[in-house]
């Protein structure tokens, strides 16, 4: 198994186990549950592919992830004690969330850097591909987008883990040291963020409690 493809099936795995917590605290039933861990685990990558005119879809040529996916909801669904260790272990679905963020996030902006793509579209690929199934499950479950929740630096980690992948790589640092690193990294601020508070600067209305929309002309 290459580099690339040991980060995405990563990726895939963490994803989803983060998302059979989330399902499971809406109590549903099993196919919710896999339809959720599908959507958060392939959703990114997918618009991904699309916009990289990419084919067939990372989860169609690798379609063993649907199998894998399919059995560890099984196994989380039917197994009350299995949970109840997954839930304690990812410290309610952070840890295993930060994971998923920063491995998709190198992982798609890898998979553009391979294929020449300019740096910029690199990194807004990378962050695309981490935060677009999450940002869809978060609609399924009828929540607001973490990716547009203040004092969460959901995006923002992710795009300061594409920035530190595609310049630790320009400046030639090997690929698994730099996935490494941009990963960690991701994962650092991502958490710091949760457990700490650490946020962009409010907008004006959020400090203010006052917006008001300026009068017609």
Same mark, same amino acid.
């Given at each position: 198994?290459?580099? $690339?493809? *040991?980060?995405?099936? &990563?990726?895939?795995?963490?994803?989803?186990? /983060?998302?059979?917590?989330? *399902?499971?605290?809406?109590?549903?039933?099993?196919? +919710?549950?896999?339809?959720?861990?599908?959507?958060? &685990?392939? +959703?990114?990558?997918?618009?991904?592919?699309?916009?990289?005119?990419?084919?067939?879809?990372?989860?169609?040529?690798?379609?063993?992830?649907? !199998?894998?996916?399919?059995?560890?909801?099984? =196994?989380?669904?039917?197994?009350?004690? =299995?949970?109840?260790?997954?839930?304690?272990?990812?410290?309610? /679905?952070?840890?295993?969330?930060?994971? $998923?963020? !920063? =491995?998709?996030?190198? &992982?798609?902006?890898?998979?553009? /850097?391979?294929? $020449?793509?300019? *740096?910029?579209?690199?990194? =807004?690929? #990378? @962050?695309?591909? &981490?935060? #677009?199934? +999450?940002?869809?499950?978060?609609?399924?479950?009828?929540?607001?987008?973490?990716?547009?929740? %203040?004092?969460?630096? %959901?995006?923002?980690? *992710?795009?300061?883990? /594409?920035?530190?992948?595609?310049?630790?790589?320009?400046? #030639?640092?090997?690929?698994?040291?730099?996935? @490494?690193?941009?990963?960690?990294?991701?994962?650092?601020?991502?958490? @710091?963020?949760?457990?700490? #508070?650490?946020?962009?600067?409010?907008? %004006?209305?959020?400090?203010? $409690?006052?917006?008001?929309?300026?009068?017609?002309?």
């Amino acid at each position: 198994m290459n580099l $690339g493809l *040991a980060i995405e099936a &990563s990726a895939v795995i963490i994803s989803a186990l /983060a998302t059979v917590i989330v *399902a499971a605290k809406k109590r549903m039933d099993f196919v +919710g549950v896999y339809v959720l861990a599908i959507v958060t &685990s392939f +959703g990114g990558g997918t618009l991904r592919d699309l916009l990289l005119d990419r084919r067939p879809f990372f989860w169609v040529a690798r379609w063993e992830y649907l !199998g894998i996916v399919f059995v560890m909801c099984v =196994l989380f669904v039917y197994s009350r004690k =299995l949970y109840e260790w997954s839930a304690t272990l990812v410290a309610r /679905a952070d840890v295993a969330d930060a994971l $998923g963020l !920063g =491995l998709f996030t190198v &992982s798609g902006t890898a998979i553009a /850097a391979q294929l $020449g793509m300019p *740096a910029v579209v690199c990194a =807004l690929l #990378g @962050v695309m591909t &981490s935060t #677009g199934g +999450g940002g869809i499950r978060d609609l399924i479950v009828n929540e607001v987008p973490q990716l547009f929740q %203040h004092g969460r630096l %959901h995006a923002a980690s *992710a795009l300061v883990g /594409a920035v530190a992948y595609l310049a630790l790589t320009r400046l #030639g640092i090997r690929e698994a040291t730099a996935s @490494v690193l941009a990963a960690s990294l991701i994962v650092l601020v991502r958490l @710091v963020a949760l457990w700490m #508070g650490t946020a962009l600067p409010k907008p %004006h209305w959020l400090r203010t $409690g006052n917006f008001k929309v300026p009068p017609r002309s």
